[in-house]
C-alpha cells in the first residue's frame, strides 16, 4: 500500500513537467492517407563480418524507441528494399511487458535493458521498491570504460535517463539531470537544455558541468568539431524537434561521440537512441515514423563503418517496445512509397526485433526477455 501511494505522490508531482514533455503523443489529424513516398534514398553499404575476438572491447546499444518489425520494414521499402540493417546478421526477439503492465512503457523498458531487471511502468534506474539498480553505463565506468549517451528526444528523457538517473518517476526532469552530475560520463548529447540551466532550485548545472571539465555546447557545428575530452552537447531547450527540422544530427551525433569515446584504450559502452519513431507511432503518422526510421538507421551505419574498422565492437540494434501497432496496408519498393494503418496511438506488447552485429553476436538470437540483452552484454563485457 505505501508503494503505490508513493508512485501516486511521484507521479502527481511530476505531471505538469510530464504533461509538457508528453505532448507528442497526440495523435495527428494530418497525414490522413497514411502514406509516404520518398524521393531520396541513399546509398547503403555492406561490411564484413570479421571480428578479432569472441567478445568485445566496445559496445553500442542502439535504441529505436517504438520501433517494430513494421517500422523497420517500412524505412526498407522507403529506401528501395535496402537498410544498414542488413548488415545484422545475427537477429532475435525481446518480449517487452514490465512488472506492472503488459504493455511497458519507456521508462521501464529502458531500465529493463540498461539494468537486466523489470521493473514497474515510470521507473528510472529503480526496482519495484525504488531501490536504485545499477546500470551497465555505471558498471562500464567503474571498469575505466569511456561512456557516453546520445538521444534526439531529451537526454533527460525516459530511455536515456534510464542508463544514468535514479528515480522514481521518469517525469523528474530536473532531478534526473542532477544526476548526470553524480557520474564520469564522458560524452553526452542531446535536448533537454532547461533541465539543467533553468531550474526551480535555481541550481546551474552546466556551469557545474564546465566546472568539471565537460565542455559544454549546444550548436551542432560545434559540438561535431570537439575530439577529445568531456563534452556535453546539450542540442534543445527540450525536444530535440522532428527529422526534417531538427538542428542535432543523430548520425554526426553518433559519429561525434563514437570519435571521443574510442580513445580510451579499455574500450567504451554508448547508448544510442533514436527516439521519434516511438513519437511517429503514437501520432499515427506514417511520414514521421518512416523519416525518423531512416534517420536512425544512418546512425546504424556510422557505427557500423567504426565497427567494420576496428573489429571489437558489438552493436546491438533494438527496441524498448512498439508503438501504435503499425501495419503495412501497401506499398511500392521501387518508388518508395509506403501505406500504413494504426489501431491505436499508444505502445503495444508485440515482441520487438533485436539486431546483434559483431563480437558475440550470436548470443542475441531467438526470443528472449528484454532484461537477456543487458545480461549478455554484463557477461560479454566482464561486468
Keep these: 500500500m505505501k508503494f503505490k501511494l508513493f508512485i501516486l505522490s511521484t507521479l502527481l508531482i511530476a505531471s505538469q513537467q ?7 503523443k497526440s495523435v495527428s489529424k494530418e497525414d490522413s492517407t497514411k502514406v509516404y513516398t520518398n524521393p531520396a534514398k541513399y546509398e547503403v553499404k555492406s561490411f564484413a563480418q570479421k571480428f578479432k575476438a569472441k567478445k568485445p572491447k566496445n559496445v553500442i546499444m542502439m535504441i529505436g524507441d517504438g520501433m517494430g518489425t513494421a517500422h523497420v520494414f517500412a524505412g526498407i521499402t522507403a529506401n528501395g528494399g535496402h537498410l544498414f540493417l542488413d548488415n545484422f546478421k545475427c537477429v532475435g526477439f525481446s518480449k517487452t511487458q514490465s512488472t506492472s503492465s503488459y504493455i511497458t512503457d519507456s521508462a521501464a523498458g529502458g531500465t529493463a535493458l540498461s539494468t537486466g531487471q523489470k521493473t514497474y511502468n515510470g521507473a528510472i534506474g529503480v526496482n519495484t521498491d ?22 534526439t528526444s531529451a537526454i533527460t528523457h525516459a530511455t536515456p535517463a534510464s542508463y544514468i538517473a535514479h528515480q522514481g518517476s521518469r517525469g523528474s526532469y530536473e532531478d534526473i539531470a542532477a544526476d548526470f552530475m553524480k557520474t564520469d560520463i564522458d560524452v553526452f548529447i542531446g535536448g533537454g537544455y532547461k533541465h539543467f540551466a533553468v531550474r526551480k532550485d535555481g541550481r546551474d548545472l552546466t556551469s557545474e558541468l564546465k566546472q568539471k571539465g565537460y565542455q559544454v555546447l549546444q550548436n551542432m557545428d560545434e559540438i561535431a568539431q570537439v575530439k577529445t575530452g568531456k563534452l556535453a552537447g546539450l542540442t534543445a531547450d ?31 559502452f554508448m547508448m544510442v537512441e533514436g527516439s521519434q519513431i516511438d513519437w511517429g507511432g503514437h501520432q499515427n503518422h506514417v511520414g514521421y515514423v518512416v523519416g525518423e526510421m531512416l ?3 544512418q546512425a546504424i551505419g556510422k557505427a557500423l563503418e ?21 501495419a ?12 500504413g494503418a494504426f489501431p491505436t496511438g499508444d505502445h503495444t506488447a508485440t515482441m520487438v526485433p533485436v539486431f546483434a552485429y559483431g563480437p558475440g553476436a550470436e548470443n542475441f538470437t531467438g526470443i528472449m526477455e528484454n532484461t537477456d540483452i543487458a545480461k549478455k552484454i554484463m557477461k560479454l563485457m566482464g561486468f
Design 306 to 326: 567504426f565497427a567494420a574498422n576496428d573489429k571489437e565492437t558489438l552493436i546491438i540494434v533494438t527496441a524498448d517496445h512498439e508503438t501504435g501497432g503499425m
Design 238 to 268: 527540450e525536444h530535440n524537434e522532428i527529422f526534417s527540422k531538427r538542428k542535432m544530427s543523430l548520425p554526426l551525433s553518433t559519429q561525434t561521440a563514437m570519435n571521443i569515446l574510442s580513445q580510451n584504450k579499455k574500450g567504451f
Design 295 to 297: 534517420d536512425f538507421d
Design 18 to 24: 510530464l504533461l509538457a514533455q508528453e505532448n507528442y
Design 328 to 339: 503495412l496496408t501497401g506499398g511500392n519498393i521501387k518508388s518508395g512509397m509506403v501505406k
Design 130 to 151: 525504488t531501490i536504485a539498480i545499477k546500470t551497465i553505463l555505471e558498471m562500464a565506468e567503474e571498469k575505466g570504460l569511456a561512456t557516453g549517451l546520445v538521444s
